[in-house]
């Protein structure tokens, strides 16, 4: 498959720059991937696709503020993005993106916020490991939520940016499928019989990164850490459908169901041709193009059905991208 497969064209005022308010009143596109059938609802409507003995499962990372701006020795800006910790939980080195990270060599130091940062060592595609003596303490003194390019860097965006429900603070980029369920809609997805089980995915560049190859098949997943606690891990194993909220979670489960370990770094790449394992059902939002999310979602429920719902979703005037709306994919995944 070329990775110009991928493409399609969208105006940029369908870019959402801010959540719906409230949050369960975006729209909400149901497609069945069984008849080809699409329909248009309000997000708030998703307990009713919901029934005893489903599994909703969530992933519960939570963003840190993992911009920096520093300089370097000469004075020329440098914006860092922190996406892990290295090694033990020291706090001492991290991989991070530099942009521009050309401008870097091994031992320079960079400066923010009072402190030095140390350059150690070039890990290619723009990414390097980086030393301090308290980086998660600077993050939280200087850091900035690490914003989508597409989305203006306001307070107000800031703060949107995180799910109601996060709790494990470790990602880079928040699991943006979830930004809209509110306390309420959790509640009614309960009432409605379905069982919320809570896994963890840290959103690093595995899931961000754009593909750069010509074939879709030559793109290489960087490992994000994952952790499907053992609760979880028997309510999905016996529940009667899972519904995956996000692309993470989709690829938390099938990691999970492929290594066989609820602990681990997941390289998994999901494009069309890929076998699912776990997930029935899944919630996701209108995705980038040339972006493995937009592959896995074709392989979830076909590449033709797909992009006819993308189309509508252009017509329809859909909101798209981390803030936008919200489709649900029904009978595609290991039912295809």
Not at 266 to 274: D, K, N
């Amino acid at each position: 498959m070329l990775t110009s497969d991928l493409d399609y064209a969208l105006p940029e005022n369908l870019i959402a720059q801010s959540p719906a308010e409230p949050r369960d009143a975006s729209r909400l596109m149901v497609v069945d991937a069984k008849t080809g059938e699409i329909s248009h609802h309000v997000f708030r409507d998703l307990p009713s696709y919901l029934a005893q003995g489903d599994a909703l499962v969530l992933n519960e990372t939570k963003v840190f503020p993992a911009r920096l701006l520093a300089r370097r020795p000469g004075g020329g800006k440098v914006e860092l993005l922190f996406l892990r910790e290295l090694g033990d939980a020291s706090g001492g080195e991290w991989e991070a993106l530099v942009r521009p990270g050309k401008r870097l060599h091994p031992g320079m130091q960079l400066s923010t916020d009072g402190e030095q940062i140390v350059a150690v060592e070039n890990l290619g595609g723009g990414r390097w490991t980086l030393r301090g003596r308290d980086l998660p303490g600077l993050m939280r003194r200087a850091g900035r939520m690490p914003l989508p390019p597409y989305i203006q860097q306001t307070e107000a965006a800031e703060r949107a940016y995180q799910t109601v429900y996060a709790r494990n603070l470790g990602s880079a980029a928040a699991p943006t499928a979830g930004f809209h369920f509110t306390p309420q809609t959790l509640t009614a997805v309960e009432l409605a019989g379905a069982e919320i089980s809570r896994v963890t995915l840290h959103v690093g560049t595995g899931t961000f990164a754009p593909v750069r190859s010509e074939r879709l098949e030559d793109h290489q997943m960087h490992a994000e850490r994952y952790f499907v606690p053992e609760p979880a891990a028997r309510s999905i194993e016996n529940a009667n459908r899972v519904v995956a909220v996000g692309t993470t979670v989709a690829r938390t489960l099938e990691s999970w169901a492929t290594s066989g370990e609820r602990v681990g770094e997941s390289t998994l790449f999901v494009y069309p041709g890929y076998r699912w394992r776990v997930v029935d059902a899944l919630i996701t939002n209108f995705h980038l193009p040339r972006s493995t999310l937009l592959a896995m979602i074709m392989s979830f429920a076909g590449r033709e059905l797909v992009e006819r719902a993308y189309g509508i979703a252009v017509e329809e005037q859909y909101r798209f991208y981390s803030f936008g709306d919200a489709m649900l994919l029904l009978n595609g995944g290991r039912n295809r």
